[in-house]
């Protein structure tokens, strides 16, 4: 499956954005989907997932009540909602799927990626 993440760009600190990641496949609705991020000369790290169905969903402790991680199936989408933006969550932001139905806060354990989308935020 092919993946595709958009939305990124420049925002306040303190504002919000939206980051789109649209499926080629139909076997999207199957997937397990992820966002994951990566900053200058940090490591890939986890930032949600959501299950299938968008039944169940996970968070990095950090973004826990200012992210939220929807889907719609129907649309071939999933989405990452980012409230109260700080400075430290400027990075590369990539969704990825995994051909399971549990989650995971691995990368490793993911089977496609996106290319990718940069979110800048200003102080």
């Known amino acids: 499956v092919q993946l595709q993440a958009s939305g990124g760009g420049l925002v306040q600190a303190g504002g919000s954005l939206r980051l789109s990641c649209a499926a080629s496949?139909?076997?999207?609705?199957?997937?397990?989907m992820g966002w994951f991020r990566q900053a200058p000369g940090k490591e890939r790290e986890f930032v949600a997932s959501?299950?299938?169905?968008?039944?169940?969903?996970q968070y990095a402790d950090s973004m826990k009540g200012r992210f939220t991680i929807p889907r719609d199936n129907a649309k071939l989408a999933v989405y990452l909602e980012m409230n109260s933006l700080k400075p430290e969550d400027a990075a590369v932001y990539y969704c990825?799927?995994?051909?399971?139905?549990?989650?995971?806060?691995?990368?490793?354990?993911?089977?496609?990626w996106g290319q990718g989308t940069l979110v800048t935020v200003s102080s």
């Open positions: 990825a799927s995994r051909m399971t139905f549990a989650m995971s806060d691995s990368s490793s354990e993911y089977d496609y």
């Open positions: 496949e139909r076997t999207f609705s199957s997937y397990t």
């Open positions: 959501i299950t299938w169905d968008g039944g169940s969903t």
